[in-house]
């Protein structure tokens, strides 16, 4: 929730100080411990580390350690229609944002508001128009004003999106025991069964990104090496990567992925020179290694995730 240039009718401490009513040495400010790394990203959440509000007044900080004033962080994402409020303090936390809620321009911003209405309000900082006035606050008004900055988040889907496009998971015969796949020649896609009842328990979260890579490590990459060690004997002696993707049309896709993530073009030489194992988790980016982190991330917080439909 960025203020911009809108006007109070008491005065206002404003980061901006062409837009504040406080003298240059008041201050209301975001601010982080270590400011040359205020942002870190561990793959599921926007972490804002060590982060705090700046306040130099004597008299607004007074009311904020009374609990008459409250510090905000406003955290809006305009294209994933998310926004968040966290109440923040003059020490130092830590606050977790689900990435999988932001999405495109992210804008992290901050205001002081009344938590109750407050009579006579003065400070020795307000410039001289203001200078020995005494205003009476309403409960919410804004006393403190910092518009912050903006960050773009863009996920990497392209795991996601090579999932899509080269499997298909379908329920299995209710006697099926073990996962299943087939990989025909001519078909678009490699399907996958799973048991009957497992194939529901996957359906209920198969659109969470928290469980993706497990998904991967679980599902995908077993098959794959299966199918990647079959069509390297069935192709042995042939050396261009095109005859592959004629007898297996979803590979093109398995083909662009190696491209995209290793910004090297896939031969064949280099396909018959690497491990099933090894391609399929480069085609993948690792995702069944990072499954590992995943899964101790849920037992770590109790299996609570944050940010999910």
Aim: hydrophobic letters at 40%.
């Amino acid at each position: 929730m960025q203020i911009g240039n809108r006007l109070f009718p008491y005065p206002v401490v404003n980061r901006n100080k062409a837009l504040s009513d406080f003298k240059d040495n008041a201050c209301y400010k975001l601010a982080f411990s270590d400011p040359d790394y205020p942002i870190k990203d561990d793959r599921h959440d926007l972490v804002l580390q060590d982060i705090y509000v700046e306040l130099v007044d004597d008299t607004l900080t007074t009311y904020v350690e009374n609990g008459l004033l409250q510090p905000m962080l406003v955290v809006e994402s305009p294209e994933s229609v998310f926004r968040q409020t966290y109440k923040l303090s003059l020490v130092p936390q830590t606050i977790y944002i689900p990435l999988n809620s932001l999405s495109g321009k992210v804008t992290v911003s901050s205001y002081l508001y009344a938590t109750q209405n407050i009579a006579d309000y003065r400070s020795l900082n307000f410039i001289d128009d203001f200078e020995g006035i005494d205003f009476d606050l309403n409960q919410y008004d804004i006393v403190g004003v910092d518009d912050g900055f903006s960050i773009n988040i863009e996920h990497n889907d392209l795991a996601d999106n090579v999932a899509e496009s080269i499997f298909e998971v379908i329920r299995g015969k209710v006697t099926q025991k073990y996962l299943q796949y087939e990989a025909s020649k001519g078909e678009s896609k490699i399907y996958i069964y799973l048991p009957s009842d497992r194939f529901e328990e996957y359906s209920n979260v198969k659109h969470s990104r928290y469980f993706m890579n497990i998904f991967m490590g679980l599902i995908v990459i077993p098959v794959l090496v299966d199918i990647f060690n079959n069509i390297k004997e069935e192709f042995r002696g042939y050396t261009d990567i095109t005859d592959v993707i004629e007898s297996y049309p979803w590979f093109k896709s398995v083909v662009r992925a190696y491209n995209a993530v290793e910004k090297n073009k896939l031969s064949m030489e280099i396909f018959t020179g690497c491990g099933a194992l090894e391609f399929a988790q480069t085609v993948f980016n690792n995702m069944n290694i990072n499954a590992i982190q995943d899964a101790t991330n849920m037992i770590l917080k109790g299996g609570e995730i944050d940010g999910e439909d």
